[in-house]
């Protein structure tokens, strides 16, 4: 990444970089690990809540519903997992000036409405079955401490990570806009 040359803004980005990916990786880790048995037990709820139309699925009928949710649900998780983690090392090896274009979408992406996105497919089988969708209020319902981490951690260390992009971009675009000493010579028409 290219930082500048003001070394307190160098140093601003490269510790809130590190802040942002720290943040970012616990958050990744909760979705691999936790968000699927959060999503299976909310559809385990969607399904007591209708015990006749439970009560009508026979054993067969019942496993194969219950592996279609989980599978819907681990590809789900996996797929925003992946997608994370692309954005993560994106954030370190992105130019600057491209990186600061960037950073709104994925102050949206890092966000719950987006994480519980991801109960969206299991939950349209349940639908599909007569049962009522999946509800995850929110980020408590995956982890204890996954609302502190998501909410209270991570989104202020990305808005202090987002103010060092555009401190270094404003410093790079001023940077380019001053034409260095040979041009400002060769402008003056001669050499010294």
């Known amino acids: ?11 601003t980005l490269i510790a809130t970089e590190g802040d942002v990916a720290s943040h970012g990786v616990v958050i990744i880790r909760t ?3 936790e968000l699927v048995p959060s999503i299976m037990a909310a559809a385990r709820d969607s399904l007591e809540s209708s015990p006749r139309k439970l ?9 194969d519903l219950v592996q279609s949710l989980r599978k819907a649900a681990t590809k789900s998780a996996k797929e925003l997992s992946k997608l994370y983690t692309r954005i993560l090392s994106k954030i370190g090896n992105e130019d600057i000036m491209e990186l600061e274009k960037d950073l709104e979408g994925v102050d949206q992406l890092f966000r719950w409405q987006r994480i519980a996105k ?18 995850l209020a929110g980020p408590e319902d995956v982890a204890d401490g ?8 991570w989104q202020p260390a990305f808005a202090r990570f987002r103010d060092a992009v ?3 971009a404003e410093a790079a675009r001023t940077q380019d ?3 260095s000493e040979p041009e400002r010579r060769k402008k003056k028409g001669g050499r010294r």
């Open 166 to 168: 555009r401190k270094s």
């Open 31 to 33: 979705i691999e690990t």
């Open 118 to 135: 991801v109960a969206e497919p299991a939950s349209a089988i349940l639908v599909e079955h007569g049962f009522p969708p999946i509800e």
């Open 146 to 153: 996954f609302r502190v981490e998501l909410e209270e951690k």
């Open 177 to 179: 806009s001053v034409p």
């Open 1 to 11: 990444m290219a930082y500048g040359t003001d070394p307190a803004t160098t140093k």
């Open 55 to 63: 009560s009508k699925l026979d054993e067969p009928d019942l496993d």
